[in-house]
Structure formats: C-alpha cells, structure tokens
C-alpha cells in the first residue's frame, strides 16, 4: 500500500511539474526523494511586521499607556537593534524564579507535561495570510524566553465566526538564557504548514533569565501560494478523543487460559495484575493526561485503573489548551467525582468552550472543587460565574487574570464564593461595588491580587474593608492603582498585620514625605516582600526602618528611586540575611561600581541594575 502511494504521488508530481520550470520539478523530486518537504511553485515570499496585538496574558506597562506593554510589540520596531531598557518595547509582568518562592504562588499541579514550558503569551494579527517560510522576533533586552511559536488557521479580521479553529506548532523549545542581554534578531528554523495564517503565537517562559525580557517586533514572512508539503504525515491523537469502548478493552493473554477449565477465565497479564492496586496507581500517577487516556483503551485492567477517580483529584488542561473543547470535558466528566483542583488557564477561546460544555462540567463536578485556574479565558461570561457561585461551595483558590472581557456586573457572584483564600483579578474591570462586596463575605482571604484594576475608584476604601474584614491578610498586590493614599496605606497596615507580600509598584499617589514607608515597616513585622517600583520619593530613612523593622525581607524592588544611598542600602544587606532579589535600576544615587561592590559583599543577593545605551 506504502507503495502504490508513493507512486501516486510521484505521478502526481510528474504531471504538475509540467506547468513548472524544470527546475522546479528536479527540486521537488529530490525532495520528495529525500523525504523533506517540497514547495511547488517558487512564489516571492512576503515580509510583513505585525498589524495588531490581539491577546496576551500580562504585561508590564498600565493599562492606560503605551510603556512597557505588549501593545508595542506591533508595527516596525522601535528600539532595535539597540539594547538595553526601554519603555517603547513589550514587556511581561514577571522574570526569574522569584514569584514561584512567594507565598502568594498557587501550588504546581501533577501530570504537567515537561515539554510544556510556557508561563505567558501574546497573540498577533498580520495583514495577509501566507504560508509561513520564516518568524522573526526582536529581542532588545535579555532575549532567550521564547519557549514557542505557534500559528492559527483562523483570519482574526474575518468578519464571519471561525467554523474550526486550528493551531499548528512552528517551533518550540526550551527556556534558554544567553549569554549576554545584548539585542538579538531571534528567527528558528520553523515547520511548514498546510494552510495559510496571519495570526501567530508566541509563548514564553522567563524563569532563567536575570532580568525582564523586552521585545520590539516581529516578522511574519511566508508566500501566498499554497507549498506541497510530504504525503504522510503521522496522526496526532487528540485529547478530546477519550472515550473508551468496551469492544476495543479486551483481554490479552487469551491464549494462555487453563485447558479444561469451564469457569469463565480472566486473561493472564503476567505478574502485573499481582501488584497491589496502589502501587500500580502510583506508577500511573506519573503518566501525562493524554498518556493516561490511550493508556485506559489498552485493556480492561487499565482501563479500571486509568478511570480511577483517584487519578483525577488535581487536573490541568493549561498544556492542552489548543485542543480542548466541550468534548473533551464530556469524556472527562465521569472521572473527576473527587476532582479538587482544575485548571483550565487558556483554554476555550474563538468557541472552543461554550457555555453550555463548561456549564455541564462545573455543575456536575464543582461540588468538591478548591481551586479553579481560569487565566485568559475569555469565554467566560456572567452565567459561567454565576454557575461557579452556585456549583462550587467550597472554593478557596480563583484566578480570573487577564479576563478583561468579563463584564464588571459578572463579579458580583464572586461574593457568593465565603470560603476564598486567594482571589487573583489581574487586569479584569472589576469595579468598587463588587469588590467591597467580595470583602464584605469572604473573611477569609488570605491572598488578593487586584494589580492594574484601573476601574475601582477609590482604593482608600478598599485598603480600608480589607483592614476591617480581612485581618488574616497574607499577600496583596496593588500594581499600578492610581489612587492609593497614605491614608489608606495607613488603615491596610494596621489591620492587616499578617502581610508578607505587598506589591505598591508605579503607584504614584504614595509620598515618603508623609512617613508611610516608615511606618508600614513598622507595622508589618512578617514582610518578606515589598515592591515599591517607580516611586521616586523612597528615601533612606525608609530602608533603614525596613533593615530596621523586618530582617525577614528578602524581596525588594525600589526600581526609579532617587534618595536613596548606598550606604542604607549596605546597612539593609547587613540586617536581612534572607534578601535574595534587590533591584535598584534607575536609582541616580547607585551607580554600577557600587552595585558591584555590594554584589562582591553579598553574593546570595541578586542586585538588579538594568541599563540603556
């Protein structure tokens, strides 16, 4: 059969090359000979920079400005090919291996593949779709986090709705880090695909790298003519083919049945089926969810053991995130009656979810649900938090980041969740009301993300509902409010002594002068992390209270500072033994020979001093 297929094809090829250059056709021979992809025709390759940024999971900049956000990342670059930090690139909110040590930092979850590297994305629109040929990325500061370049089958400017949507993996690798935070033009060897895109996907990961990671631009090239790519091509399985049919689940060993035995025999497995059935869960327990799947169609055996709810107490779909549909939660469902932590961050985009498929999957199996991870789901509407308010009591873990198009009303029913800890609403458009409302009838938040909410008007009274109803506070981050005051900032510390994390970077209404900083070190004995980023006023009356008040500091962003000296900054390396992380980028006072110094001091502290040239 192999090879009447291939004499096909090559027949197939033979009568297109006629329309060709002889050139052309001895290409595609040969490539087809050598078992590579052939192109036929040679069409003239199109370059094209990015039209516009369409999705991403976080960035650095505020929501209501050009700097530091992934909204640079469109057109032609700004930047390149100088280096260093600049306000006109696209940077995302975090770095390093530092957010994963804060106590705030959810708990990983089992079964995650270890090809899947990805912690952020961003998603891009190009004029024209073509076949691509090449991907280019400008990197202008501390580049390597590209983990993954993927492309859509699906036009985002069409005006008609996407029938199927299909992503097809370009390139993809590990986190790297270089060996210099130098610009680079970034362009990997991609695969070929079977169908033209103009929207492309670009996953990352920055733990490794020392600092944030800035991009300027991106090139799409790629040719309007549809290239001819290799007959065979071996078959994905997909995640949402889980279902098991009980004709393919027979036994193995049949043959080996006792001669003469009447009684209906079960097959022998050999000295498997003879291991106690915890030990065989264990073993399974490090399968990969698609793994465990085709795993459950092999036999009946392990099949029993693949379904075992006790496989599915924790459960991430967030690798899966391109091909999982309503579908795929429906084969799932009979599985997860002891389900305890879902993550579903990604996932459900251009109506790969509906609300009816998440709906069903919520109200049958919320009942025992901790902790549910919805990260830039934007499938998600009123009706699905509505179903989660009244599917999953017992809730304690939510993570709504980057859903910004959530209506405000939708959160509301957030307040039905009594039982919350950690609330994460990272850029959404939550406003005032259904915030002090949340506060009001979840007493037991522990960790509260609100960073770059720019919609709650007065921050004051939210610092203020916190101190009065949330006084076993752990983390809180406060990314770039707008209106924050001493007077809030004053009434939070007070109440909420039990803070180890606060995050008041880029909140400019804040002033040493008023004695805030000092006190909030005064008042918060437990800090482990403070982030003051972009605050000009910080002084050194400030990190003598902190060297002074909490010895148990270990990270400290004071990025932007003017008044502050190398020498408080030595007394507050001399009194925290634990620092880890001190950034001191763009402080006038510090100069790089100091950072050096301080560096040689304390090796076990990572001093940040970012650059520009």
Known sequence: MLTLLSMFYYICLRRRSRSGTRGEALTSRRAVESGQRAVLPVSVEVEQYAKEVLDFSSHYGSENSMSYTMWNLAGVPNVYPSSGDFTQTAVFRAYGKWWEQCASAPLPFRRTPDTFHSLDYIELGFEEPVYPTAVEVFETYYPGAIVQILACSHNPFSQNPPADVRWEVLWSGEPTKALTPQARQFSPRIKHINFPTNLLRLEVNSSLLDYYTELDAVILRGVKERPMLALYKMPLIDISDLSDSEDELSDVGGPFLRAGDDKQQRSANGYFDKLPYELIQLI????????????AQSCKLLHQHCCDPLQYTQLSLQPYWARLSDASLGHLQSRCSLLQRLNLSWTG??????????????????????????????????PCLEVISQSCPRLQELNLSSCDRLHPQAFTHISKLIQLRRLVLYRTKIEQTAILSILTFCPEMRHLNLGSCVRIEDYDVV????????????????????????????????????????????????????????QLAHSLPRLRKLFLTANRTVCDSDIEELANCCPSLQHLDILGTRLVSAASLKKLLQSCPRLVLLDVSFCSQIETRVVQELSNLFPNVAIKKSFTQ
């Not at 025992?368 to 998600?380: I, Q, R």
Request: proline share 2%; net charge neutral.
């Open 284 to 295: 399974l327990s490090h399968l990969t969810l698609p793994d465990l799947c085709r795993l």
């Open 463 to 518: 610092a203020s509902m916190l101190a009065t109803r949330c006084r076993s506070l752990c983390s809180l981050d406060l990314w770039r409010c707008r209106n924050l005051t001493d007077r809030g900032l004053a009434e939070l510390v007070n109440g909420c002594r039990m803070l180890e994390e606060l995050d008041l970077g880029w909140c400019p209404t804040l002033q040493s002068s008023t004695g805030c900083f000092q």
């Open 349 to 382: 985009n251009r109506g790969a979810l509906t609300l009816t498929g998440f709906s069903s999957f919520i109200k049958a199996r919320g009942l025992n649900l901790l902790c549910l991870e919805l990260a830039c789901c934007h499938f998600l509407n009123e």
